[in-house]
């Protein structure tokens, strides 16, 4: 019998035993002698108690203490004495000693660090921008040719969120705008100056914001009158947050493309946060800083650059249903030790419109909107977008206008789609000679049967892959257009049939419940009709396809995609599963039309039949690829 491990080890001797039984005893004793008594513990109890009133008590004084100097810091309080002196030797000590603080805390502009808020607005046609006295801060950003899904005035970001100011240190003093009140000079409709003052009346700092007419930017200016050489333009300092709101149909949809975007003079754009909270320090001259939502952006442009010695930007989302994330720019400049202490840049403040954007001719900018990489972004740019903005120009509604351009682009790719059926009538036809081929070899060796077959292929003439290349060529242009349609503020808030907003999901059921896996608590009628399409294209595909063997899983495939599909899409833009929808349909009949007018078999059996009479010398390719397969089949047999 096998004795289990735990009881291999030696027994031990009654010595051993009667060590281990006094040592435990002695230290089982021992806690017992020193264990406080029921007494003794109630009065520790209540001094530990009276210990954390203390220490609460104590917590809460400096914490009071510390908000209490925290605000006196933004708007120190006035100087207060006991209501006996009132005399006016004690009042102008008690304005002396005020105004010292003030200077302490805020040097020269020590007259600007009191006052009170007002607000000014300026506006165009296109948009209004409201701004508060204290801080020269822009509060209230709105378009005016643009509305919220449900109908409320669109705003840029929440005007009681965020944080905007320029930092400087001017005689040994750091100040902020946002201690500083302003005074408010309107310059037409469309700009105001915003002058903080300081106790030299030839000294100021003052901030120009003004409307372009032409275009979705404000020209900004901060400039410091008079005071070169007493601030540093090194350490000029910009820092921006705004929290952006929930301006459309689906906020789970939008958060998705919601993020910061930038671009260094030397690189490619570039961002951050669109699928989760980050952060990133700048690492070269920036061009632009952009807080991209969904259709809306508001960017800062520097033609001087920002600086990377300190520039940071950060974004991260908000955990509730009224906003989607949070946005945060802070910015150096690139500035010298002489240089003047101003700060120029422009806002942009607009709809990611592509055109928009493209005029703006700062570098890269049109691509806040994600067209798609590589190929992708190429065709959406000079195949997809061209076209859409010609049908555009004929004042169709958009239902009409994505009709339009399916049919389009399908006529571009009919071509295509006839070499893929002729290719795939090739292989139909052969079937006969693929059979009898696949019978000969169905016990041997397989690497005679794939010599065999591509045998077969070049005696015919025939390229297997010849089906495979238009397919491939067509795959650029359906994913150009996923990218295309959810990123088209173009149709934004457009209805057609049932669908309330082409840009967002279309729902002809609200389930009172969320279905799992991503599907939603809706029912798309559009992505319905696009799964179901999909599978029928499938199956009169496949018809019209060779038999394959060993490839069971086809079948599988045809039904299993669609499902997939119809998970995926149901919370998509309502255009992009119409134009599915569409693409399928006339994929049908472009496939009837030509496999019923266009594509006869027995002309193609014909022709093959003749190549195979004779048949075409092998390729240096194709006889390189036979030598490699009898070289691999000698080796195996070794």
Not at 253 to 266: I, T
Not at 547 to 555: A, D, E, F, H, L
Request: hydrophobic residues 40%; glycine residues 6%; neutral net charge.
């Amino acid at each position: 019998m096998v004795t289990p491990a735990i009881f291999a080890a030696p027994l031990m001797d009654r010595n051993s035993v009667i060590g281990i039984i006094l040592i435990v005893g002695i230290l089982f004793g021992y806690t017992l002698w020193t264990m406080p008594s029921e007494e003794e513990r109630a009065r520790a109890q209540r001094t530990a108690d009276s210990l954390a009133t203390v220490t609460a008590e104590q917590y809460a004084q400096e914490a009071e203490a510390k908000a209490k100097a925290e605000a006196a810091l933004v708007a120190p309080e006035p100087i207060q004495l006991p209501d006996s002196t009132s005399s006016p030797e004690d009042q102008a000590l008690i304005d002396s000693l005020q105004a010292a603080n003030l200077r302490n805390r805020f040097g020269a502009f020590s007259p600007a660090a009191q006052g009170e808020a007002q607000e000014v607005t300026i506006a165009n046609e296109r948009m209004q921008v409201s701004f508060s006295t204290q801080g020269a801060r822009p509060t209230v950003m709105l378009l005016k040719d643009y509305r919220t899904y449900h109908q409320q005035p669109l705003l840029l970001a929440d005007p009681d969120s965020g944080l905007y100011e320029l930092k400087f240190i001017t005689g040994g003093t750091d100040v902020s705008t946002k201690d500083l009140f302003f005074t408010a000079e309107k310059i037409g409709e469309d700009a105001v100056a915003l002058t903080a003052r300081t106790g030299d009346a030839g000294k100021a700092l003052r901030i120009t914001y003004r409307l372009d007419s032409a275009t979705y930017f404000m020209h900004t200016t901060m400039e410091f009158v008079g005071m070169k050489g007493e601030v540093d333009p090194r350490n000029l300092l910009f820092r921006w947050e705004i929290a952006g709101l929930n301006n459309e149909k689906h906020l789970p949809s939008e958060l998705q493309k919601c993020g910061v975007y930038y671009k260094y003079f030397n690189d490619d754009r570039n961002y951050i946060g669109e699928t989760k909270a980050e952060d990133k320090k700048l690492q070269g001259r920036t061009n632009w800083v952009a807080f991209k939502q969904d259709f809306f952006t508001v960017a800062m442009v520097s033609e001087e650059g920002f600086s990377s010695n300190g520039s940071e930007i950060a974004v991260s989302p908000l955990d509730d249903t009224t906003h989607t994330k949070h946005y945060t720019a802070k910015l150096l400049f690139e500035k010298g030790r002489d240089a003047d202490p101003a700060v120029a840049m422009r806002y942009y403040l607009g709809p990611n419109h592509y055109g928009t954007l493209r005029r703006t001719e700062i570098p890269q900018f049109q691509k806040i909107i994600d067209l798609g990489w590589g190929i992708f972004g190429w065709m959406n740019q000079w195949l997809v977008i061209p076209i859409f903005n010609w049908l555009d120009g004929w004042g169709w509604s958009y239902g009409i206008i994505i009709l339009v351009l399916t049919i389009v682009i399908k006529l571009l790719l009919m071509p295509l789609t006839y070499k893929n059926l002729v290719a795939s009538a090739k292989m139909r036809v052969l079937k006969p000679e693929m059979d009898a081929i696949n019978e000969k070899h169905k016990d041997g060796d397989a690497l005679k049967k794939q010599q065999a077959t591509m045998d077969l292929y070049r005696k015919a003439g025939v390229n297997p892959a010849s089906g495979c290349v238009p397919m491939l060529i067509q795959m650029p242009i359906l994913y150009a257009m996923f990218r295309f349609f959810p990123a088209s503020i173009e149709l934004r808030q457009e209805k057609f049939l049932w669908a309330d907003d082409l840009s967002s999901y279309d729902s002809i059921l609200d389930l009172p419940f969320s279905v799992p896996f991503g599907y939603g608590d809706h029912v798309s009628l559009f992505t319905l009709l696009m799964a179901a399409s999909t599978i029928i294209y499938s199956v009169i595909n496949q018809k019209h396809m060779p038999t394959q063997q060993g490839m069971p899983s086809m079948k599988l495939m045809i039904y299993l995609f669609p499902i997939m599909m119809l998970f995926f899409l149901n919370n998509y833009s309502a255009g992009l599963s119409y134009y599915y929808l569409l693409a399928n349909l006339i994929s049908i009949a472009q496939m009837t039309v030509l496999k019923s007018w266009f594509v006869d078999e027995q002309k193609i059996r014909a022709k093959l039949e003749l190549n195979m009479r004779s048949p075409k010398k092998k390729s240096k390719w194709q006889q390189r690829l036979e030598d490699m397969q009898k070289q691999q089949q000698q080796t195996r047999r070794r």
